[in-house]
């Protein structure tokens, strides 16, 4: 069964106090891996899409990776504004291409 | 180039009834998928639309159903309404099914 677990549930850091978010993944057949920014009572913003191992792609304080079995979205030196909860998700290559699989995302809360 | 809008943002209804949720899809956008997000969890999948066809559905009963218009706008219908359906609904487009633009959702409540 495909499906994605994401850690840790929750995250607080200091302004400045740079982090790494994960996001394991189980899938037949990868065809890409997404991370969204959801704000409270927003719909998800997108971030990243991944395709294959050893892929990396940044915006601004943001950097996502990409291995066979997990993804990292690594933040530096974050700032309040970057609290939310990110969600990541995979597209398996197998059924409808709107077949987004979500996990239940980690909630970031970056104090001053 | 506008984004994907959503109406109504929130809906209150009684349990049993029915509700129409609407999305109209980013431009140059062909593919809409709804997603249903309870509380605390992640988006789950309930279907997509490609050129006016249903092409995927997730694990929901039959009395959640849509359709997409010639202008790539799409419906949400759900039928006897439960507790259980009360949520966030999300619609997300795309273009061939590349990357999605989601909408800010529509909060259902049912009472």
């Known amino acids: 069964e495909d499906q994605v677990t994401q850690s840790p549930e929750a995250l607080r850091l200091q302004e400045g106090e740079s982090s790494s978010l994960n996001c394991s993944y189980t899938?037949?057949?990868?065809?890409?891996l997404f991370w969204y920014r959801q704000d409270p009572g927003k719909g998800p913003e997108f971030l990243f899409t991944l395709y294959s191992a050893g892929e990396e792609k940044e915006k601004e304080r943001l950097k996502a990776t990409l291995t066979k079995k997990e993804s990292f979205l690594h933040i530096t030196a974050p700032k309040p504004e970057d609290s939310a909860t990110y969600l990541c998700a995979v597209q398996p290559l197998r059924g409808s291409q709107g077949n987004l699989i979500f996990g239940k995302g980690t909630k970031l809360s970056v104090k001053p | 180039e506008t984004g994907v809008t959503q109406s109504p943002t929130h809906l209150i209804k009684t349990r049993g009834q029915q509700v129409t949720l609407r999305c109209s899809s980013q431009s140059g956008h062909n593919t809409v998928s709804w997603y249903q997000q309870a509380l605390g969890q992640g988006p789950q999948f309930i279907f997509q639309?490609?050129?006016?066809?249903?092409?995927g559905r997730g694990n929901f009963p039959p009395r959640f159903s849509g359709l997409q218009f010639p202008n790539y706008s799409s419906e949400l219908n759900v039928n006897a309404l439960e507790l259980d359906d009360s949520a966030l609904y999300l619609c997300a487009s795309s273009l061939d099914g590349g990357g999605y633009t989601f909408g800010s959702g529509t909060r259902l409540t049912v009472v």
């Open positions: 899938v037949s057949g990868l065809r890409g």
């Open positions: 639309y490609y050129r006016e066809e249903e092409n």
